[in-house]
């Protein structure tokens, strides 16, 4: 049902770019955005994939840690973020530098180790 | 030879201890050739529902043939039965040749362990020395029947009961299932230093305490973020149990007997996998 209605969606959209150059020039843009948005994502997937800020905080020397963060680029550092739930009260702004990022994820990392340290002795 | 004896436990509720034993259970007696002995500790009775069945559960309940009525002669008095003959043989819905025996339980054990504690309180038992009781109760029960199985399999009730410590007590390993997110990790803190402290009494170490991440989604960041921190803080399990409809529905007692692939259906393989790792990990080669 979901497939037909799709389908039947596309031809509508075929049609109407086969015969209206400025719908088409507006599509083409749209989906070329698209598809950098995805492939910048999935790059930024696969560089940030080993990484975890909670064991490698624990793991690594201070400096090695920040070397790290100092090494993705904000959008990387917005995804650990995500990935790893480090800011669950959304108190991030949306034009944070990558420094100002690189040290949320710092704080954070630092609060939950010790949080967990403490855990261990629970 | 002496069975294995193993106490699957978390604090918290609902992570899947009982399917987790029910899983190894039925796998490892069936495909495994070994002889199991599930023992519910469980007031919920889930393990017991799940191997048993509703009607054999009644039957079994009604006969007095429950965990509740075998300590319930220790507390009440009344004539001695030998631990045996509470035992249901040859429980499951898995077809074929499989030794997997089972102790019901019932929600009337609740009450068998405060009636217990206030009896032998007002005699003048301290807290240690009931824990002591409960656990030499359940040690010579198990001894009782040792002989018979390769493998003992406890599902101890979310919380803390004395019969859950007994068991902890005398296990040679625990297995603590866990969904991978914090609250459930909150659930393996609040139990570890209980399980380290049954360990190294026994002078065991804490290599015997495996964690098992269960209910897992792959799609789930933050299912992916906890379980490799699991990994980094404990000794887990290589195999992990994804939340699947599959395990889900096997819970449900069919009345026609059937293979362990027409049961766990697609969950089928990864259950294999957790009962050879897990037979690995106890030494059951």
């Given at each position: 049902m979901m497939d037909r209605t799709l389908s039947s969606l596309f031809k509508v959209i075929e049609d109407e770019a086969g015969t209206n150059a400025a719908f088409a020039a507006r599509l083409e843009a749209s989906l070329s955005r698209f598809a950098e948005d995805h492939v910048q994502k999935r790059r930024a997937e696969d560089r940030v994939g080993s990484f975890h800020p909670l064991i490698d905080y624990r793991k690594s020397a201070p400096a090695d840690f920040a070397a790290r963060l100092d090494g993705f680029s904000p959008v990387e550092l917005r995804l650990i973020i995500e990935r790893h739930h480090l800011d669950p009260s959304a108190t991030l702004k949306s034009r944070s530098s990558k420094k100002a990022l690189a040290e949320f994820i710092l704080t954070a990392a630092r609060a939950r180790a010790e949080r967990d340290a403490r855990l261990f002795e629970y | 030879m002496s069975p294995r004896t193993v106490s699957v436990v978390n604090m918290k509720g609902g992570v899947g201890k009982s399917t987790t034993v029910a899983c190894l259970a039925e796998t490892l007696?069936?495909?495994?050739?070994?002889?199991?002995?599930?023992?519910?500790?469980?007031?919920?009775?889930?393990?017991?529902?799940?191997?048993?069945?509703?009607?054999?559960?009644?039957e079994l309940r009604n006969g007095r043939r429950t965990i509740d009525d075998y300590f319930d002669q220790y507390v009440y008095g009344g004539e001695p039965r030998f631990f045996r003959e509470f035992i249901a043989p040859g429980v499951s819905d898995i077809a074929g040749e499989l030794t997997l025996d089972l102790l019901i339980s019932t929600p009337e054990f609740r009450n068998i362990e405060r009636h217990a504690m206030e009896k032998w309180i007002r005699q003048g038992f301290d807290m240690q020395q009931l824990a002591q009781r409960f656990s030499r109760l359940t040690h010579s029960a198990i001894e009782s029947v040792a002989d018979s199985y390769d493998l003992v399999l406890f599902d101890c009730p979310p919380g803390m009961s004395m019969f859950a410590e007994a068991a902890i007590g005398l296990s040679e390993f625990i297995v603590i299932p866990t969904i991978p997110d914090y609250v459930s990790r909150l659930g393996i803190f609040a139990f570890r230093k209980r399980a380290i402290r049954a360990m190294e009494q026994r002078r065991f170490t804490e290599d015997r305490i495996w964690t098992l991440i269960t209910k897992f989604e792959a799609a789930s960041s933050l299912h992916v973020s906890e379980a490799a921190l699991l990994k980094d803080q404990f000794n887990v399990f290589e195999t992990v149990i994804p939340q699947t409809e599959h395990i889900a529905r096997a819970a449900e007692w069919s009345d026609v007997k059937r293979s362990i692939d027409r049961k766990y259906a697609g969950a089928a393989p990864v259950i294999r996998r957790l009962a050879a790792e897990f037979r690995e990990r106890v030494g059951l080669i």
């Open positions: - | 007696a069936a495909e495994g050739g070994l002889r199991v002995l599930v023992i519910d500790l469980d007031p919920q009775s889930n393990v017991s529902m799940m191997l048993a069945g509703q009607d054999r559960w009644i």
